[in-house]
């Protein structure tokens, strides 16, 4: 996912819109003060180059979880530190900060360039490790091996997220090849290396580094847009509570024949508990969580089914439109069960049984309040008197932008403009935890997000892909806020 990020308030209806831009005047080239025309002619000049680092990048498997080797990571760190000192920073460091296990977390890439007096800086953000590549049987092509096609380029990380670091790059070289001395914008390049791994050293990381990556904008390149040929600013993200829900019923497993109708098995309670927490026409129906149905961007029921590869005659769930049920409204599934497997089965009653679920939260919902909402309901469901036993896991917050801000305002215009195409203002279903590390360390901070991704682009998935015409707006956009924030300020 590859994006600028932009922090809002409330007032959510406005967010979700295709805004009216800041529109300066365009004359011979230059948009307002800036000479678009040699952003853009420079951004273009060099994108075969950017292909060919991004291809060279995606053929290092780096890939931060425990059970992968570390050297293919460190080696994927070792070439973007390349990359950005060939970019003409001579401040790049490599460095990382420990798990709690006492384990080294992944080596993130940052360098430096400090602003000139009165000058903001803006942080640009991206993540080197990619996921796993899955099953490879499902890849057409090697997954570490780019392939151009139909004018996209295949490969694991292609789009999420080395895309990401090379727009970073690439605009940061057009503007300070085309605005030179002019260039007094501090530039902090900050390239992760374990987000895919859940970011387990990401808090300590920042507070080790707070001072070094400070700064006035952040833009966090790890997003998608709205549609190949649509840019988007991604405006809201959902928060996360995830927990397991345990069942008991017997002190111990007893045979079927000989004690089952009286008493229903654990399996079966826990499969009613799980049935209450959606209502007949499939929302959440968990009392006290924070939903909205006020988007007005949206997908038709068509676009989803394909997207989300939904299978025939399966009825989809929930009220409202589908992109308010995917960004505004809270999302609960099953993730986990823990019960005998089938293939192990035998005729006894089982006495518990245990099931994972995850909730995806609305923007602007408290995720502490949500988990307390769970287990409210888990409790007071308990079918047939079983004994409930809940446990909390995970919680991640929520992100809301603030499009009013001038740094979005900017980034609003500059991918419309890079486009041709004005862009749209859409929330995204998933979370990015460590945004609200950002916000809490850099509270008076405007984050950005938008990104290089499509609905096509199959993150996580077989067979990831970039759309590379896309991908080039999406560097040519980030050149054009680059140059405004470098000649007008946040002001
Ligand atoms: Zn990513």
């Not at 080797?69 to 760190?77: E, G, T, Y």
């Not at 098995?265 to 209450?276: E, H, K, Q, V, W």
């Not at 518990?352 to 309901?377: C, I, N, T, W, Y």
């Amino acid at each position: 996912m590859a994006l600028f990020v932009v922090i809002l308030d409330t007032g959510i209806v406005s967010a979700m819109t295709s805004s009216p831009a800041v529109n300066p005047q365009t004359a011979n080239g230059h948009v307002g003060n800036i000479d678009a025309a040699a952003l853009r002619r420079a951004v273009a000049e060099s994108f075969d180059a950017t292909i060919t680092r991004l291809k060279d990048l995606v053929a290092i498997p780096g890939i931060a979880w425990p059970s992968f080797d570390p050297a293919p990571l460190n080696a994927s760190a070792d070439a973007v530190a390349a990359l950005v000192r060939a970019s003409g920073f001579d401040d790049v460091r490599t460095l990382r900060c420990d798990k709690e296990d006492g384990t080294p977390g992944g080596p993130a890439v940052v360098a430096r360039r400090p602003a000139a007096e009165g000058q903001p800086t803006v942080l640009l953000y991206a993540h080197h490790d990619v996921q796993p590549t899955g099953d490879l049987a499902l890849w057409e092509t090697e997954p570490f091996t780019a392939v151009e096609r139909e004018g996209r380029l295949y490969g694991r990380g292609a789009a999420d997220d080395k895309a990401g670091i090379l727009a970073h790059i690439a605009a940061y070289s057009a503007v300070a090849g085309v605005l030179g001395d002019d260039l007094g914008l501090g530039v902090t390049f900050f390239f992760e290396g374990e987000e895919e791994a859940g970011s387990p050293t990401f808090r300590s990381f920042l507070e080790s580094h707070q001072e070094l990556l400070r700064a006035d904008v952040i833009v966090v390149a790890d997003s998608s847009n709205w549609k190949v040929g649509v840019p988007a600013l991604t405006t809201s993200l959902r928060g996360l509570v995830d927990g397991t829900i345990e069942v008991r019923v017997l002190d111990h497993a007893v045979h079927s024949g000989m004690f089952g109708g009286p008493v229903l098995d654990a399996p079966t309670l826990l499969a009613r508990l799980i049935a209450t927490l959606h209502d007949a026409d499939g929302s959440v129906a968990v009392a006290g969580l924070v939903s909205r149905d006020n988007v007005t961007v949206d997908l038709t029921e068509a676009e989803y089914r394909a997207d989300a590869s939904v299978l025939d005659g399966v009825r989809l769930a929930g009220t409202g439109s589908i992109a308010s049920r995917m960004w505004t409204k809270p999302a609960l599934s099953i993730i986990g069960f823990d019960a005998p497997a089938v293939d192990v089965a035998s005729n006894t009653l089982l006495p518990r049984a245990r099931a994972k679920f995850s909730l995806r939260l609305a923007p602007g919902q408290d995720p502490a309040e949500a988990m307390d909402a769970v287990r409210k309901h888990v409790e007071a469901n308990a079918p047939f008197g079983a004994h409930v036993v809940f446990t909390p896991g995970e919680s991640g917050n929520s992100f809301l932008t603030d499009t009013s801000s001038k740094a979005a305002r900017v980034a609003l215009w500059a991918l419309g403009e890079a486009w041709g195409v004005p862009a749209v203002e859409m929330g995204i279903g998933g979370s990015i935890p460590f945004i609200a590390d950002l916000t809490e360390l850099y509270p008076d901070v405007q984050i950005l997000v938008t990104g290089v991704e499509d609905p096509d682009s199959r993150a996580h998935s077989a067979n990831e892909s970039l759309h590379l015409e896309d991908f080039r707006n999406a560097i040519t956009a980030e050149a054009f806020l680059l140059a405004r924030l470098n000649a007008e300020g946040l002001a």
